[in-house]
């Protein structure tokens, strides 16, 4: 059995690649936006405010291949699940942890239908990072603990 490289993970998802086995994604796409208000004047030009950022959005594509040691339905069905639970999991890629984000949309192209399965397939999907304020002393701490804190999947790297 030859070695194993963890590539990152978005909830129980692993990314990773062995000469065995290879679960990865494509592409990788994030938009990150701020938010800011207009305020109108009584003469001249409306002055704006910064008031915050807004929740990262990343889009990635994952292929899945049969004769690459992974079961496309099984894939996509964990995918459906974490879809339709609504909980927030980690998105970690490489050594950068990303937050955590819930699974917003996912959109399947099957191919290769052989005995009753299909042999590969390409999930894209659409992630919201998801944000939990706390509040009262020490949040701003919390916070931090709580970034530091995401778990690691065995295999996969992240400082």
């Known amino acids: ?15 990773e690649v062995s000469a065995e086995l290879v679960r990865t994604f494509e592409k990788f796409s994030r938009k990150r936006s701020a938010s800011y208000a207009d ?6 030009k409306p002055t704006t405010e910064y008031t915050g950022g ?11 291949l049969a004769t690459m040691g992974v079961s496309p339905q099984d894939e996509i069905e964990k995918l459906g699940t974490m879809l339709e639970s609504g909980e927030a999991h980690p998105l970690l890629l490489g050594d ?3 937050g955590h984000f819930t699974l917003r949309e996912m959109n399947e192209d099957m ?19 998801y944000e ?3 509040s009262g002393a020490g949040a701003d ?16 790297k992240a400082d």
């Open 1 to 15: 059995m030859g070695k194993t490289v963890g590539t990152g993970s978005f909830g129980d998802i692993v990314f």
């Open 111 to 129: 191919d290769v239908f052989v005995n009753g399965r299909f042999w590969q397939g390409v999930v894209t999907v659409t992630l919201k990072e």
């Open 39 to 44: 305020h109108e004047t009584v003469t001249g």
């Open 96 to 98: 950068t942890v990303y």
């Open 54 to 64: 807004q929740l990262d959005e990343v889009e990635m594509s994952m292929k899945f």
């Open 141 to 156: 701490a919390l916070a931090r603990d709580k970034a530091r804190s995401v778990k690691v999947p065995a295999g996969v």
């Open 132 to 134: 939990v304020k706390p």
